[in-house]
């Protein structure tokens, strides 16, 4: 099965996260994330076996242990790619909280043998993939607020033909 392991959005930052959202949908053409599908991805596994999610569940509690509740603050947009592979995000501000998270959540992957996408952490929430942004001003955009996020969880990925649909495995409280 295809997993990852992602901080969840807490409820009111998430609930600002749809809403724009559903802003940058009225301006922009594109395959926008279903509202409640938002999540910030510490590491991509690919597929794994009963085994490999075992593991991973196991990582996930060795690499939250001790620690705390994360801030988010929303940085602005940003996106990956070109021409119809663009990918739409709101960055999410760099901290010392998250950048260890995110280490120590690969680490413990990697001591397990868990290969994990090795791609450089830049901590993200995917809005809308096949984005295409209009020329000139976006207008007036409602950012959301700073939270606090306090689950990591490993995530099932689950492709269908109108995007992909996650279910939770495992979830660790911060």
């Known amino acids: 099965?295809?997993?990852?392991?992602?901080?969840?959005?807490?409820?009111?930052?998430?609930?600002?996260?749809?809403?724009?959202?559903?802003?940058?949908?009225?301006?922009?053409?594109?395959?926008?994330?279903?509202?409640?599908?938002?999540?910030?991805?510490?590491?991509?596994?690919?597929?794994?076996?009963?085994?490999?999610?075992?593991?991973?569940?196991?990582?996930?509690?060795?690499?939250?242990?001790?620690?705390?509740?994360?801030?988010?603050?929303?940085?602005?947009?940003?996106?990956?790619?070109?021409?119809?592979?663009?990918?739409?995000?709101?960055?999410i501000r760099r901290s010392e909280e998250l950048d260890l998270l995110a280490r120590r959540v690969r680490g413990e992957l990697a001591a397990r043998g868990l290969a994990y996408d090795e791609k450089d952490f830049l901590p993200h929430v995917t809005l809308a993939r096949r984005a295409r942004m209009p020329r000139g001003e976006l207008g007036e955009l409602a950012f959301p607020l700073p939270d606090e996020a306090r689950r990591v969880t490993l995530f099932r990925s689950i492709l269908e033909p109108d995007g992909a649909r996650y279910k939770p495995l495992h979830t660790v409280t911060l």
Request: aromatic share 6%; charged share 20%; glycine share 12%.
């Open 1 to 91: 099965m295809r997993a990852f392991v992602a901080l969840e959005l807490p409820e009111a930052f998430a609930d600002e996260v749809a809403a724009l959202s559903r802003q940058l949908a009225a301006v922009c053409e594109g395959r926008f994330v279903p509202e409640g599908s938002h999540h910030l991805t510490l590491a991509f596994l690919g597929e794994l076996d009963e085994a490999g999610v075992r593991s991973a569940m196991d990582a996930l509690e060795v690499a939250c242990a001790g620690m705390g509740p994360v801030e988010l603050v929303a940085e602005g947009l940003g996106t990956f790619g070109r021409g119809r592979a663009t990918t739409l995000w709101l960055g």
